[in-house]
């Protein structure tokens, strides 16, 4: 089946983790898994990607762009940490050369 903007679209709004996106990758070093990650992430940019929609899908092109773009920066930087392929959080994650933290998505104060 043919992918289009929509289903692209779909697809990543329902995404639980990143081989909803991008697939599974092969094993291999770091190197190896990024490679194909991006083969996946150009394959999808080449659907979704605003210039090459039409008008009436413009629109729905760029959130997917934006959202595609947003996940092809956490699938590299969970393949460097080693959890790729494991359900997104529900709050932020902050990385520091010490390690990953998962972040409450509620605010700790506000005011």
Do not use: W
Request: glycine share 8%; with cysteine.
């Amino acid at each position: 089946m043919s992918k289009n903007v929509a289903t692209v679209l779909a697809d990543l709004t329902s995404a639980q983790s990143h081989i909803d996106v991008f697939g599974p990758l092969p094993k291999g070093d770091h190197a190896v898994r990024q490679n194909a990650l991006h083969k996946s992430f150009v394959s999808l940019v080449k659907i979704v990607h605003p210039d090459r929609s039409s008008d009436q899908d413009r629109a729905k092109a760029y959130e997917a762009f934006q959202l595609l773009d947003g996940f092809y920066k956490s699938a590299k930087a969970a393949i460097q940490c080693g959890t790729y392929g494991e359900a997104f959080t529900k709050g932020p994650i902050l990385q520091s050369a010490a390690g990953s933290y998962h972040l409450e998505a509620r605010p700790y104060r506000r005011g």
